[in-house]
Structure formats: structure tokens, C-alpha cells
């Protein structure tokens, strides 16, 4: 049911940008491309989102292509805190209610 | 605020036990959903509600319920727990209308085992 597809691993080194990618082909016209982490076994946390344009915050980027079925998170400098699994995201529209269904993810493992 | 707020954060149950996951969000979200999430893998969807008094299934809703009488509470119930329900329950939240971004906010998670 998964609406993404990410690669299940992806390395970086301390202090350099993660650019992790995410397909989402199937993506409607007013969705929102959502991106979340979860650090060891803890409630997953919020990173950002967006819709059809390029957005920032203090946590990290978030590049959508123009055709929207793809995007990429970039953590501009990655940090060993930045080990995490990471999940792209769009919500599931059933009869006007919305669901969000998670995908496996991404191991990002940082290293010293 | 206190977020989303989980009891209990352990227990161990027999086999063919019931119990009662409580979540309560203090966001006035309408949006409440419970997660599973087995060792190593990703997050599944139990059950989810779009605000009091309606509710709707997941992918992996069998052997749980569910109700939402308030905006606030949305508990999760196990009947006759099997040792396939060990997992880690997540309860999120969110507030999301048509237009709305609805980003979920997540508990800190309830850890099950069946033995």
C-alpha cells in the first residue's frame, strides 16, 4: 500500500550533506510529500514537508521535481545524531478521509 | 502542551489476554491513528479515526479495536493477545482538513510482549 519507494541503506560521512532520494510516482495534485526519522525505537519525528516547491528549514531540505513524482532530503551537514531510519511519505485519500501509510525506509548510517 | 500521550509504556501479557493501549492528544486534532512496528521492520497502520465517533481500518487491523468517544482519547484494545502482537504501538495525531498539511505527531510508544 506504501505509495514511496527509498533505498533501504545509505551511508554518509560526519560533516558532509545525505541527499536521500525518494520516488513517488503515483502522487496526486495536492498532496503533500511528507519526511520523517525515527532514531532507534523511538515515536518518529517530523522533518518537513512540501508540495510542489523547494522548502527549508533548520533541520534539512527538501528538493520536488517539477513533475513532482520524485523528491530528495538533503541534511546539509550530516552529523553522527543524524543515524536514522528515514520515511518519505504521502497520505492515502479514501472517501475525502486521509491515511498515511509508511514505506520500510531509509538506514542512514553517519560515520565518524 | 503534552503532545501525544501513551500508557503504559511496557507490558508483558499471557497468551489469550486482553488489555487497553490508552493515546491521548491534547492538540485538538482530529486526526488519531495507531501504528505497529515489528523489530527491524517499518511502521504498519492498525486502525485510524478522522474525529469522535468514526473510525476505520488499516492495513493490519485484525485482533485489535477501537473506539473514539472524545477528540481527545483514542484507545487501542487487544482481545485474546497472541505472541504475533509483540510489537511497538505508536499512536499519532493530526489536524488535517482539505487544504491542511497534517503532519502527524507521535507518541512515544507502547512496548508489548505476549508471551
Known amino acids: 500500500d506504501a505509495k514511496t519507494t527509498q533505498p533501504p541503506s545509505m551511508d554518509c560521512a560526519e560533516g558532509r550533506a545525505a541527499n536521500l532520494p525518494c520516488n513517488h510516482s503515483?502522487?496526486?495534485?495536492?498532496?503533500?510529500v511528507y519526511w520523517y526519522r525515527q532514531i532507534h525505537s523511538q515515536g518518529p519525528q517530523y522533518i518537513i514537508h512540501?508540495?510542489?516547491n523547494n522548502e527549508t528549514n533548520e533541520m534539512a531540505s527538501l528538493i520536488i521535481t517539477e513533475d513532482r513524482k520524485s523528491s530528495t532530503l538533503i541534511l546539509p551537514h550530516a552529523t553522527l545524531r543524524d543515524t536514522a531510519v528515514y520515511y518519505c511519505i504521502v497520505s492515502v485519500t479514501t472517501s475525502g478521509t486521509y491515511k498515511y501509510i509508511f514505506g520500510t525506509g531509509t538506514r542512514l548510517k553517519v560515520l565518524a | 502542551n503534552a503532545g501525544v500521550t501513551q500508557t503504559p509504556k511496557f507490558r508483558i501479557l499471557k497468551i489469550g489476554q486482553s488489555m487497553t493501549l490508552q493515546c491521548a492528544q491534547d492538540m485538538n486534532h482530529n486526526y488519531m491513528y495507531w501504528y505497529r512496528q515489528d523489530p527491524g521492520m517499518g511502521l504498519k497502520l492498525i486502525y485510524y479515526s478522522v474525529g469522535a465517533g468514526i473510525t476505520d481500518k488499516g492495513e493490519v487491523p485484525n485482533g485489535y479495536n477501537v473506539s473514539r468517544s472524545t477528540t481527545e482519547d483514542f484507545p487501542l484494545r487487544l482481545e485474546l493477545a497472541a505472541p504475533s502482537q509483540t510489537s511497538v504501538y505508536f499512536c499519532a495525531s493530526s489536524y488535517r482538513t482539505g487544504a491542511g498539511t497534517g503532519e502527524l505527531f507521535f507518541g512515544e510508544g507502547s512496548r508489548l510482549t505476549v508471551l
Open positions: 512540501g508540495l510542489k
Open positions: 503515483t502522487i496526486s495534485g495536492n498532496e503533500y
